[in-house]
Each structure stands twice: as structure tokens, then as C-alpha cells.
């Protein structure tokens, strides 16, 4: 029988539950709808977990024994602007409903709920979306650079720029928090892999190769493009920017 999700990929599903009951219930459940479910217990967890695999809905449970619901609620909104994100309390109060909803989720299911209910709602939320509204999260733009993931594609102005699979990778997480800074050791974790307590010259090794293959490919083309610079955050980390001004 062919799957709901025919063509389109299925989407990308994170449940963030501590209790056993519910959380296998969803995820068993959603699977079995056809959506590519992640469940994880915790909020720290859920983070890395988004981080890993930017999702297209968050079910976020409130309570959690590593966080608060609201702060990661925040956290994944800031990360993903284009995330569907519902809560899941136990707690009715109002005042927990108005706080993740002000914390950036869009809509919430106050437990207990059924499965079809909450399935009824994923349905109306992703009919609402423009379609294809998840290529927006995996192309960027910055300045003259355009990064597009899925198609691992890197131009900069209208000239392909070659990167190796972790230039690459690189390159994408440091696009994806343009202007801001990112910490070694979060490149480490996202690019390398998440328990990576090793040293980090390869993460060197491989920012140097990738700032020289940026530079040598914009002088080529008629209309020189600019490559952003990413800068050296001594101690902390790099930050990628656009310094046309
Ligand atoms: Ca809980």
C-alpha cells in the first residue's frame, strides 16, 4: 500500500517526552502514519537531535527532567523559523499555554489526547504550509554565497564553488547561524560527530581549506562576487558574515 507521503519525502518528526508511556505511543503511532519520527527524552537530547536533522514538526512535551519545555521551545524556534511546533502539556493552566505559545509554538494539545486528534491537527498545520516550505531551512543565502543542502551545491554569485563532503558541512552550519558565533565545540559535534572530545586541528585543517577555496573562486567570474569572510573567534569559535557594505 503506498505510503501518504507518495513523492515528498516524508516529514521530519522529533517527539521531545519523558514519560514511556506517551512518548512510545507517538512514535509508533506517527510512524505507522507514515512520518519520520524521532522521540527523545530529553530537552538537551531533542536539541541534538534538531541539530542533527533539522525537523519539519516538534511535538514538545512541557515538563522534562532536563529542562524546561518553555526554554526549548525558545531554543528550537530561534534554530528553526519554519519549524511546526506544538506542545504537549499535562499542565491545562492557561498561563503554561500562553507561555509556549509566546515562546514560539504555533499551536498546543493539552494531555490526555488521542492520536487522531492530534493527527487531525498535524494535518490541518501542514496542509496550511507552502509546499516545499522546507527547502527554505536548507537553502542559504548569504551575500553573494548560496548554500543549498539538499542539492550540496554551493555558488557564489553564479559560479559552483567545488568543497570537499566536510568543507561542506562546515560551510552549513556556519551558514545557518550566519552573523552569529559558533563554538568549536559545536562544530565539532555537528560537522564530526557528536561525542567528539578529540583534538580539533581537523576542524583548523578544514576551515583553512574552506576559507581558500572561497577565495579562489570568486575572482574568476566577470562580475567578481564576494565571499563572506568567516572570522576567527580566538578561544571561542568562528562566525561567518557578509562584509559588503
Ligand atoms: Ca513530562
Not at 487522531?116 to 548569504?142: F, N, Q
Not at 564530526?192 to 581558500?212: H, I, M, Q
Amino acid at each position: 500500500m503506498p505510503a501518504p507521503q507518495d513523492r515528498s519525502p516524508a516529514p521530519v518528526l522529533l517527539v521531545i517526552e519523558d514519560d514511556d508511556t506517551i512518548g512510545r505511543h507517538l512514535d509508533t503511532g506517527l510512524r505507522a502514519q507514515g512520518y519520520a519520527t524521532t522521540w527523545c527524552r530529553t530537552g538537551s537530547g531533542g536539541l541534538a537531535a534538531a541539530r542533527a536533522t533539522p525537523p519539519d514538526v516538534v511535538l514538545l512535551d512541557l515538563g522534562l527532567p532536563d529542562a524546561d519545555g518553555i526554554d526549548i521551545a525558545r531554543e528550537l524556534r530561534s534554530r528553526h523559523p519554519y519549524l511546526l511546533l506544538v506542545i504537549l502539556t499535562a499542565r491545562s493552566e492557561e498561563i503554561d499555554v500562553i507561555a509556549g505559545l509566546d515562546a514560539g509554538a504555533d499551536d498546543y494539545l493539552v494531555k490526555p489526547f488521542t492520536l487522531s486528534v492530534l493527527l487531525a491537527r498535524l494535518r490541518a498545520h501542514l496542509r496550511r504550509l507552502p509546499a516545499g516550505h522546507g527547502e527554505r531551512e536548507t537553502t542559504y543565502r548569504i551575500g553573494d554565497l548560496t548554500l543549498d543542502t539538499r542539492a550540496h551545491k554551493c555558488l557564489l554569485g553564479d559560479v559552483e564553488v567545488p568543497l570537499r563532503p566536510k568543507e561542506f558541512d562546515l560551510l552549513a552550519v556556519l551558514a545557518r547561524h550566519a552573523g552569529a558565533a559558533v563554538s568549536r565545540e559545536d562544530l565539532m559535534a555537528q560537522v564530526w560527530d557528536e561525542n567528539w572530545f578529540g583534538p580539533t586541528k581537523t576542524l583548523d585543517v578544514t576551515l583553512a581549506s574552506l576559507r581558500r577555496r572561497l577565495q579562489q573562486s570568486a575572482p574568476d567570474s566577470r562580475q567578481p562576487a564576494q565571499a563572506p569572510s568567516i572570522t576567527t573567534l580566538r578561544g571561542y569559535g568562528y562566525r561567518l558574515e557578509n562584509e559588503r557594505r
